[in-house]
């Protein structure tokens, strides 16, 4: 140390260190400006990040799995498993399927089987439902007439079934058979309840449990399969639905299947 005075001794080193300027209050106050400006800055990048991210994935996820109205008289919007028609419906083109399925003559029906049997775990479901490409060369008198004769006994022309019977009941059909295709119901008696009403172009077949060959006995399932007539364009179209909430439910019917029942109904009515 170097004595200095009396009253303070100072270091060498210290002696030595120039004395660093001090900031006025204008450069304090802009270097806490910064920090302040950081600390709020920090989040928004991988916030921004996540959001980016967010976007790309939306635009790559296919447009599937919506819900439906179930409505019977729909003429615009993307459709279910084929032509735009269902409101609410995913666009998924099935005229591949439709060509092919009548390229090998399988038939299907009012409750969606076939008159050829085709193995259910060869061939896609219908899912949400299906709906036949613009059809052209026939008229809606003649297409709703078609779809009639599958209330009948005429439904052993589109399903594999035998040993049909029906009533009228004045609202509905009465039908009782046996199916006799593949699958978990082959060897099954199936008795349905069938609506028809050519105002929205739907005719419902409803499942009836406990009727035990008596048309006035027996409980009506909450579920039914609908075949509806679509106009502008004239299209046909086959799905599941909840009776109440009109919700559609998927249908592991074979897509084929249907396809071909609609193709064996479209050539019916064109022979009419």
């Known amino acids: 140390s170097v004595a200095m005075s009396p009253s303070r001794s100072v270091s060498a080193s210290s002696a030595r260190r120039p004395s660093m300027p001090t900031a006025g209050p204008l450069e304090r106050s802009a270097v806490a400006g910064r920090r302040r400006s950081a600390k709020r800055f920090w989040p928004v990048l991988p916030a921004a990040a996540l959001a980016a991210l967010v976007l790309q994935l939306l635009l790559r ?50 409750g969606g089987g076939g008159a050829s049997d085709v193995p259910a775990a060869a061939v896609e479901e219908v899912g949400l439902g299906y709906i036949s490409p ?31 019977r029906i009533e009228d009941m004045g609202t509905h059909i009465w039908r009782r058979m046996l ?34 060959g008596d048309p006035g006995v027996g409980e009506e399932a909450r579920e039914e399969i609908v075949n509806g007539l679509l106009r502008d364009p004239l299209r046909i179209e086959y799905y599941r639905r909840d009776r109440t909430s009109k919700e559609r439910l998927h249908w592991s019917a074979p897509l084929a299947r249907t396809a071909a ?12």
Do not use: C
Not at 265 to 270: D, G
């Open 261 to 272: 029942a609609i193709e064996k109904t479209v050539a019916l009515a064109r022979a009419m």
């Open 179 to 212: 199916f006799v295709g593949s699958g978990p119901t082959s060897g099954q008696v199936m008795t349905q309840h069938i609506y028809m009403d050519q105002a929205s172009g739907e005719i419902r077949f409803v499942s009836v449990e406990g009727s035990d």
């Open 61 to 110: 996820a296919p447009l599937e799995g919506l819900s439906f109205d179930g409505g019977a008289n729909r003429s615009s919007g993307p459709s279910p498993h084929g032509a735009p028609g269902g409101r609410g419906a995913p666009r998924r083109r099935r005229s591949e399927a439709w060509a092919a399925a009548a390229a090998r003559g399988e038939g299907a029906g009012g």
């Open 134 to 164: 613009a059809l052209e060369g026939v008229g809606e008198a003649e297409l709703w007439r078609a779809m009639l004769l599958k209330t009948g006994t005429g439904i052993v022309d589109f399903l594999p079934v035998k040993d049909v």
